[in-house]
């Protein structure tokens, strides 16, 4: 069971941290030296930039976008599961 836990910790730390460079992406490109590369290159990350725009997220399938409040009511929901077992 502390495999699973695990598990399920490591995921969501690495969704989390995509979502964090995901959100700061568009800020690092613009901060770079787009303007002295070629205009093909200024083209490209024009369209990155603007794709960025909006966080990365991941979902599981069509279900529920994976988040900080899906990992705390999973970790809520298995509290209370081992919580009843024992009792």
Do not use: C
């Not at 910790?9 to 770079?32: A, C, D, P, Q």
């Not at 205009?39 to 369209?47: P, R, W």
């Amino acid at each position: 069971m502390l495999s699973v836990v695990v598990q399920v910790f490591v995921i969501y730390y690495h969704v989390n941290e995509l979502f964090l460079k995901s959100t700061n992406l568009g800020m690092r490109i613009y901060k770079g030296n787009w303007y002295d590369q070629t205009s093909e290159v200024t083209k490209s990350l024009l369209i990155v930039m603007s794709r960025v725009q909006r966080p990365f997220v991941l979902s599981i399938g069509n279900f529920r976008v994976i988040d900080n409040d899906l990992l705390v009511s999973m970790t809520q929901a298995a509290y209370t599961f081992v919580l009843y077992q024992m009792i």
